[in-house]
T-cell receptor, first 114, second 115 residues
Framework: AQSVTQLDSQVPVFEEAPVELRCNYSSSVSVYLFWYVQYPNQGLQLLLKYLSGSTLVKGINGFEAEFNKSQTSFHLRKPSVHISDTAEYFCAVTMDTGRRALTFGSGTRLQVQP | GAVVSQHPSRVICKSGTSVKIECRSLDFQATTMFWYRQFPKQSLMLMATSNEGSKATYEQGVEKDKFLINHASLTLSTLTVTSAHPEDSSFYIC???????????FGPGTRLTVL
């Protein structure tokens, strides 16, 4: 079984400041890693994913994440946030074999302040 | 990119009635569809995995007789909440996976309110 931990339930940050949303995972097998964003009353939008290859993954809206196998982490970063980035962010993992159901972290609320 | 739709987007019903939610993959064939449930300010919890033409696999603690899932074709899965009660009020989200990728494509969700 795998699990995902998002240590920060809320992250307040000022506009144009950098931000890092932390994600750690636990799994006995190899995993694929994802970050999703959810705006109020909407479904999930994929920001980026790590399947294999380069550990630094670039996604949409200026976000990037780095896979660190030794630390079992997949932290999400953005060098300069905008008000429109205010949303809920979910880290998720799935096994690289099998049924591919996603296991989600508890989510981090990014609140960008002017 | 792949598009998944859900219908309805919002439903309000009386306690004791049944509600059907449809999940459709619009531009690809979804061999597997997943149903998630999200309570306010919480994460998504997997309810069940449905494979086209076979019975759904339910997660522990999810009542299969209450949450009926049918995956009759490669583009359509339905979730029926039978005899709904106020505690079933939630945001239900489906996702669909294709046969070769590892990504899931999410629908926009259905807000169910049971009075």
């Amino acid at each position: 079984a795998q699990s995902v931990t998002q240590l920060d339930s809320q992250v307040p940050v000022f506009e144009e400041a950098p931000v890092e949303l932390r994600c750690n995972y636990s799994s006995s097998v190899s995993v694929y890693l994802f970050w999703y964003v959810q705006y109020p009353n909407q479904g999930l939008q994929l920001l980026l994913k790590y399947l294999s290859g380069s550990t630094l993954v670039k996604g949409i809206n200026g976000f990037e994440a780095e896979f660190n196998k030794s630390q079992t982490s997949f932290h999400l970063r953005k060098p300069s946030v905008h008000i429109s980035d205010t949303a809920e962010y979910f880290c998720a993992v799935t096994m690289d074999t099998g049924r591919r159901a996603l296991t989600f972290g508890s989510g981090t609320r990014l609140q960008v302040q002017p | 990119g792949a598009v998944v739709s859900q219908h309805p987007s919002r439903v309000i019903c009386k306690s004791g009635t049944s509600v059907k939610i449809e999940c459709r993959s619009l531009d690809f064939q979804a061999t597997t569809m997943f149903w998630y449930r999200q309570f306010p300010k919480q994460s998504l919890m997997l309810m069940a995995t449905s494979n086209e033409g076979s019975k759904a696999t339910y997660e522990q603690g999810v009542e299969k007789d209450k949450f009926l899932i049918n995956h009759a074709s490669l583009t359509l899965s339905t979730l029926t909440v039978t005899s709904a009660h106020p505690e079933d009020s939630s945001f239900y989200i489906c996702s669909a996976g294709d046969s070769w990728g590892h990504e899931q494509f999410f629908g926009p969700g259905t807000r169910l309110t049971v009075l």
